[in-house]
């Protein structure tokens, strides 16, 4: 496809870009995910790291490089996206009053009630398309255009953890305190990075997470 390039980026990495992404529902991104389950079970890289429209996948032998460069521009569009399951996480939310100090604003702001504004939230699915800014902070996409704001002009520096928020066209929940500048709806209990588990981070690219209210 003309929107795809494969490059190398240095003696042992390979980017996957692609540079037209519609939605995070398109057939390019979910193919970027079957991309690397691929490169994953492969057993010759470090890290396969995605990121909103590229993955960059670490050889551990850079000999290998032009080969697998070679290999994926012939093959990753063969690939079976409905290979790739992804793992579905509810993630139980207490929203507003002391757990999210923007939810009445931005109720006010958009124009709805906050019953709205919570079906509103809860009322998709989120798909985990990569990690950054904070161990385990995933950017999920899938936030309802009638919830989407810009960032705050300005960040506040302590955010609680757990904290849902959104941003743009992101939803996303701060695994522990730090700075940010995204709008706070609620609260979660749920740990999002543990570097003592297998997994360190709970949510993984490709991820399917649906937000639901819990009461106090």
Known sequence: MSDVSCYLLGEQAIVVNATCLPDSKSPINQQLFALKKWLDNSGDFIDV??????????LKDPRKADAWQHKIQAHWQDLEVAEVKPTHHHIEVFYGKEFGQDFERIAHELQLTPKQLIELHSSVDYQVQFIGFLPGFAYLSGLPTALQLPRKSTPITKVPKGSIAIADSYSAIYPSQSPGGWHLLGQTNTTLFDPNSASASLLQPGDIVRFVEKSC
Not at 49 to 58: I, L, Q
């Open 49 to 58: 790291v995605p990121a909103k429209s590229s993955v960059t996948a670490y």
